[in-house]
């Protein structure tokens, strides 16, 4: 299958910093790209739909001033937690779709762990 | 918009014996089903997916699907459960469009008892 990748898988930062994370899909072209979080023991809950070329779509109640998302090729999208706070420590985690046979199949990234002290 | 139910939050069973992990979705049109895996700290493991055609699927590590159409259920079954297979599952479903998100149920925590 197609491969997305994440970077870093783990960051800590210090509360009041802002944090990029990096999502690149390797071998296929990406138009729209998801980002969800995860809290401990919870399921993932979609943050935001990241479009080339366009601003990102955000679910209700996530602050698209907090959560900056970025998408400004084909193949790469970046989610940036401004001003993070410990309630920001979560694990993110992007897909994107290769489109093709099965226009509707993601493929995961291996997600970026976020620790705000 | 669609949705996915996982009945059953945590299940316990004992190694060696069968296990099936229940789903039901709710889309209007035929649905993308998805089946993940997650180990503590770690990110997801596609298990299975059904798109269409044969409605019992295969996929790694042993496990299977069935695709019940009048139930809007895609349950997951194993026959015969390995400690390693300890871990949290997660339902998930898509439609057949690009550029819609998957969306996923609250997932289902199996416990292997020896």
């Known amino acids: 299958g197609a491969v997305v990748s994440q970077h870093p898988s783990r960051v800590i930062c210090k509360s009041g910093t802002s944090v990029k994370i990096e999502c690149r899909s390797l071998?296929?072209?990406?138009?729209?790209m998801f980002w969800y979080r995860q809290f401990p023991k919870q399921s993932l809950m979609l943050m935001a739909t990241?479009?080339?070329?366009?601003?990102?779509?955000?679910e209700q109640g996530v602050e698209k001033d907090k959560f900056l998302i970025n998408h400004a090729s084909l193949t790469l999208s970046t989610l940036t937690v401004t001003s993070a706070h410990p309630e920001d420590s979560s694990f993110y985690i992007c897909?994107?779709?290769?489109?093709?046979?099965?226009?509707?199949?993601?493929?995961f990234g291996e997600g970026s762990r976020l620790t705000v002290l | 918009a669609q949705s996915v139910t996982q009945p059953d939050i945590h299940i316990t069973v004992s190694e060696g014996a069968s296990l099936e992990l229940r789903c039901n979705y709710s889309?209007?049109?035929?649905?993308?089903l998805f089946w993940y895996v997650q180990s503590p700290g770690q990110g997801l493991q596609l298990l299975l997916k059904?798109?269409?055609?044969?409605?019992l699927v295969q996929g790694i590590k042993g496990f299977e699907a069935e695709f019940k159409r009048s139930q809007s259920s895609f349950n997951l079954r194993k026959p015969s459960v390995h400690w390693s297979d300890a871990a949290e599952y997660f339902c998930?479903?898509?439609?057949?469009?690009?550029?819609?998100?998957?969306?996923f149920g609250k997932g289902t925590t199996l416990s292997v008892s020896s």
């Open positions: 059904y798109f269409s055609g044969d409605t």
């Open positions: 897909s994107a779709g290769s489109g093709g046979a099965a226009p509707g199949e993601l493929f």
């Open positions: 990241s479009n080339e070329g366009s601003k990102a779509t955000y």
């Open positions: 889309y209007g049109a035929t649905p993308y």
């Open positions: 998930a479903v898509g439609t057949n469009q690009a550029g819609t998100a998957l969306i």
């Open positions: 071998d296929f072209q990406a138009t729209t």
